[in-house]
């Protein structure tokens, strides 16, 4: 039976102050090519990072991310144009359909109207009651 494979899982990053950084610089460029390792680099005195060296697939990565988030709001704002001008003339045509069926409807009525007199059918009145 075959061994499983380990997965690599990336070292955490390690954080050196400016001044080490400055000292170690050259040794900490080489461990981000070979081994991925990504070093933050604080102040002296103060934990907060200011500033990585991380590898450059990484760095590359991050560059892509953020043209590919700028190339998906440009296409998305391109579709929601489209989409609010096809909600726009739609709107507009069948309001246009609306107002040809309502004055079709209101022929018809006209024409029960002059055909059979108020009240004479039953089932007709119903059907006036529930159009009105």
């Not at 955490?12 to 080490?20: H, I, M």
């Not at 991380?54 to 998305?76: E, F, G, I, K, M």
């Amino acid at each position: 039976m075959a061994a499983p494979a380990l997965a690599h899982e990336p070292t955490p990053p390690r954080a050196l102050s400016l001044r080490e950084t400055r000292t170690r610089l050259t040794q900490l460029v080489a461990m981000a090519e070979l081994t991925d390792t990504v070093t933050l680099v604080t102040r002296d005195g103060d934990p907060r990072p200011i500033a990585a060296i991380v590898p450059a697939s990484a760095a590359r990565s991050a560059a892509q991310a953020r043209a590919d988030a700028d190339r998906l709001a440009t296409v998305t704002a391109g579709w929601a144009r489209r989409l609010e001008e096809s909600h726009r003339q739609s709107s507009r045509r069948h309001a246009a359909e609306l107002r040809a069926v309502t004055e079709a409807l209101a022929e018809v009525w006209a024409e029960l109207d002059r055909r059979v007199a108020p009240g004479g059918d039953p089932a007709l009145a119903r059907l006036r009651a529930a159009h009105a």
